[in-house]
């Protein structure tokens, strides 16, 4: 199973919101700071303030920020609210089109390997993520220098 950038970007801005939780954040700057751009972002912030997540704030002061604590984000729910199917087989969807998915064994391995995969995420937090708060900070204030340190068209040597 591969994760979608659309769920990439909701893990991006939740954490770039739980190293920031003194204050509001606008989505140009989450942007700018987590390599995304604005238009995906304006759909992840819609569906993540959709889902109760995070608080969002219209008008020239408003911006965004968590509504919820870091130790009630799990993995899983982000993951189950961004990811239209979770399923790593085909055989493993209801409306299989697999002729053989009744008596075929890998179907059952598939089966446990996505619950482990799931288990394994439920033990994780926003928390979790954010354990490393002081290394995240640097390296989102670190894509905005290295953004700003040559101009667009500026070549070296």
């Known amino acids: 199973m591969q994760l979608t950038l659309y769920t990439d970007y909701s893990f991006r801005v939740l954490l770039y919101l739980g190293v920031n939780r003194d204050r509001l954040c606008t989505i140009a700057e989450i942007s700018e700071r987590c390599a995304a751009t604005q238009n995906h972002l304006v759909k992840v912030v819609h569906n993540l303030g959709r889902e109760g997540y995070i608080q969002t704030m219209r008008g020239r002061t408003g911006g965004i920020r968590l509504k919820k604590e870091p130790e009630e984000i799990s993995l899983t729910e982000i993951i189950r609210c961004t990811e239209v199917n979770l399923d790593i087989a085909e055989c493993l969807r209801p409306n299989s089109t697999c002729h053989i998915s009744e008596v075929c064994s890998i179907k059952n391995i598939f089966e446990q ?24 900070t640097v390296i989102f204030d670190d894509n905005i220098i290295r953004k700003t340190e040559l101009p667009t068209g500026t070549e070296q040597g």
């Open 113 to 136: 390997a996505q619950n482990q995969f799931i288990q394994t995420l439920d033990r994780y937090t926003l928390a979790t993520l954010l354990a490393n708060r002081e290394q995240l």
